[in-house]
């Protein structure tokens, strides 16, 4: 199985580092999955949720604020300017992580159809790992 490489990096640090099936970008302009061998391109992104599909086919979701990513056939690199990572060993810390995702996408202030997008791909996620 090919992977393709994905890096989430923030001013604070590094939110994640690890090879992958995809990874679903929200882009400026919308959506967008890379898989590997993607056509190279910078892309600006918009508050929203970086959705991981892992090696072993689990999901991983990273909310961020805003930032780009530099996409190549091989590797995805994501700059942003403030990242949560949606994980957690039980669901207090899951709900936990959810409510620090919450307020990061609202900073953005003028976001509510980002807000709506990022609950939903949220809900849909829980509902699938909790199925």
Excluded: C, Y
């Excluded at 949606?86 to 003028?110: R, T």
């Excluded at 949220?122 to 199925?131: A, L, P, V």
Aim: without cysteine; proline residues 2%.
């Amino acid at each position: 199985m090919e992977t393709l490489k994905l890096e989430i990096v923030t001013p604070d640090g590094q939110i994640f580092a690890d090879d992958v099936k995809t990874v679903t970008l929200p882009g400026s302009e919308g959506e967008f999955g890379v898989l590997p061998h993607h056509a190279s391109l910078v892309s600006l992104l918009s508050a929203g949720i970086i959705d991981i599909e892992l090696v072993n086919g689990n999901h991983e979701l990273v909310a961020v604020d805003w930032g780009h990513a530099e996409i190549d056939e091989a590797k995805v690199t994501v700059l942003a300017d403030g990242a949560v990572a949606i994980v957690g060993n039980n669901e207090s810390a899951i709900a936990d992580a959810i409510g620090k995702a919450k307020k990061l996408i609202e900073s953005i202030g003028d976001s509510d159809i980002a807000i709506a997008m990022a609950e939903a791909k949220i809900d849909s996620i829980m509902k699938q790992r909790n199925s």
